[in-house]
């Protein structure tokens, strides 16, 4: 008897409910859904919050403690892109493979959930552990910030390799136990509810953050471990089938594991459209995304408008998330994605040759703010639909080691382009409508490589079908 039809026999579906209720060996009833999407948005708002929350809070102490430019940047972007390229290919590569009583993905969510919350405690109390360590050593002191900053490079150390691993196994963990049917919509919410933690924490406590960052950093820090630790608890794994075969002896495991994720990863052309495609349209918006407060800046507009800008534009963003999930579902992410990167480019390279003062300004930025977020909200299940089920989480960190490169190469040059062309803005706009283009193109390509049911395919076998 097939899983359809047993699941019919019990639960008295029938089999294109059932097609959009199953995930893997689950399959669930309304109810069942209802529960699940209560706790997985559960789980978002609270990373969601600590995302929200921690850039600017680390930024503001940085900035408090005399941190220089090249300091705030290498902590705060190429820091966590470093640990994300090391870290996440190796905890992915074993979870995959990973099975216990508490399913493959949960063990790794649970375990770092309480370091994340502690270091981020620990985060708030760094001036203060920075103050008592500069009075102790009284004349042989290196000074007050460098003794906060000392335990801020601790803490945030800790705080970055729980965060990236946490991200990476949430994906991971939605890809095993959502239904494939029901992905763009429920991105679709969970776009909703980072958009609204955003505004939360921009409205009421960013203000905050110069006079109470430790309120700040304990308050998001427990949060966050409470929160996300129920929502272990609460989410249940299916059952998986064994690996392929048992890995090679532990002298021999580290070399022969790596030697199998890169021939995995990477020895089928397919892949590699699909990372660059996943890399390239990420990129697109960043050109703009990086400086769009200096340019507004230039042209005089106060940081209040530019502040309602952006509120009126997540306001609007929520409201088409759902819609935009929908779409994904009805269409396919990799077509809608394509969509909203052929409109993304047509504003970014119309916005380079309109704009010229803060009115034509506004309406660009605010266009770009919700098609950037369109893109994101629709290609969210992207990897879902490309990488194989029983390799997610592998497939997936490859995809975002070619991402961290090209963010750490865009990162390096961008800033000095901008230096050389005297700051002239507007080439943000011509960047970023580029590497659109680019993206659109290998978007193309994926679309006469990729087979929509290619999920149950093994892997490196995809049918070349149009979508």
């Known amino acids: 008897m097939s899983l359809n039809q047993a699941a019919k026999l019990v639960t008295g579906m029938s089999s294109d409910v059932i097609k959009n209720r199953a995930a893997g060996t689950l399959i669930y009833t309304t109810g069942g859904l209802l529960i699940l999407?209560?706790?997985?948005l559960f789980g978002d708002f609270a990373i969601a919050m600590r995302e929200r929350a921690a850039v600017p809070s680390v930024m503001e102490l940085l900035r408090q403690y005399h941190a220089s430019a090249t300091t705030m940047s290498i902590l705060v972007v190429a820091f966590p892109a470093m640990i994300g390229l090391f870290l996440?290919?190796?905890?992915?590569f074993k979870s995959d493979r990973f099975r216990s009583k508490r399913g493959r993905r949960i063990p790794f969510l649970i375990i770092p959930t309480p370091i994340a919350a502690v270091s981020m405690v620990g985060l708030g109390f760094s001036p203060w552990l920075g103050t008592q360590l500069h009075q102790m050593l009284t004349a042989v002191s290196p000074g007050l910030d460098f003794c906060v900053l000392t335990f801020f490079c601790l803490f945030w150390t800790a705080f970055e390799c729980t965060a990236v691993l946490t991200l990476a196994m949430f994906t991971a963990l939605i890809n095993d136990v959502v239904p494939t049917g029901l992905l763009g919509r429920f991105y679709g919410c969970f776009r909703s509810i980072s958009l609204g933690a955003g505004i939360i924490f921009n409205y009421w406590i960013f203000k905050l953050t110069e006079t109470h960052l430790l309120e700040i950093f304990l308050s998001i820090g427990l949060f966050f471990g409470l929160a996300f630790t129920l929502m272990c608890l609460m989410?249940?794994?299916?059952?998986?089938?064994?690996?392929?075969h048992v890995r090679a002896p532990v002298a021999q495991g580290f070399l022969s594991s790596v030697k199998e994720y890169f021939s995995e990863c990477?020895?089928?052309h397919y892949y590699w459209w699909a990372f660059a495609a996943i890399a390239i349209g990420t990129l697109a918006p960043s050109p703009f995304n990086t400086f769009y407060q200096w340019y507004a800046g230039s042209l005089g507009m106060p940081k209040e408008t530019l502040g309602k800008l952006l509120a009126y534009s997540y306001a609007t963003s929520i409201g088409l998330a759902y819609f935009?999930?929908?779409?994904?579902?009805?269409?396919?992410a990799l077509r809608v994605a394509t969509a909203a990167l052929l409109l993304y480019m047509t504003v970014m390279l119309s916005g380079f040759f309109i704009i010229h003062?803060?009115?034509?300004?506004?309406?660009?930025?605010?266009?770009?703010?919700?098609?950037?977020g369109a893109y994101f909200t629709?290609?969210?299940s992207l990897p879902m639909m490309l990488f194989p089920r029983l390799r997610f989480s592998q497939f997936a960190s490859a995809a975002g080691m070619v991402t961290g490169l090209s963010t750490l190469g865009l990162s390096v040059t961008q800033g000095p382009m901008l230096d050389f062309s005297g700051n002239?803005?507007?080439?943000?706009?011509l960047a970023s409508g580029m590497f659109a283009a680019v993206a659109v193109l290998l978007n193309f390509v994926l679309m006469r490589r990729v087979n929509p049911e290619s999920r149950s395919l093994p892997i490196g076998c995809h049918e070349a079908v149009s979508v």
Do not use: C, M
Not at 37 to 40: E, M
Not at 357 to 371: A, E, K, M
């Open 324 to 332: 935009i999930g929908w779409l994904v579902d009805r269409y396919n």
């Open 88 to 92: 996440v290919p190796i905890v992915s």
């Open 37 to 40: 999407f209560v706790w997985l």
């Open 378 to 380: 629709s290609a969210a």
């Open 424 to 429: 002239n803005y507007q080439l943000t706009l």
């Open 235 to 244: 989410v249940k794994e299916g059952e998986y089938p064994e690996p392929e």
């Open 357 to 372: 003062d803060i009115n034509t300004f506004s309406v660009f930025f605010v266009l770009h703010v919700v098609i950037s």
């Open 266 to 268: 990477f020895s089928d």
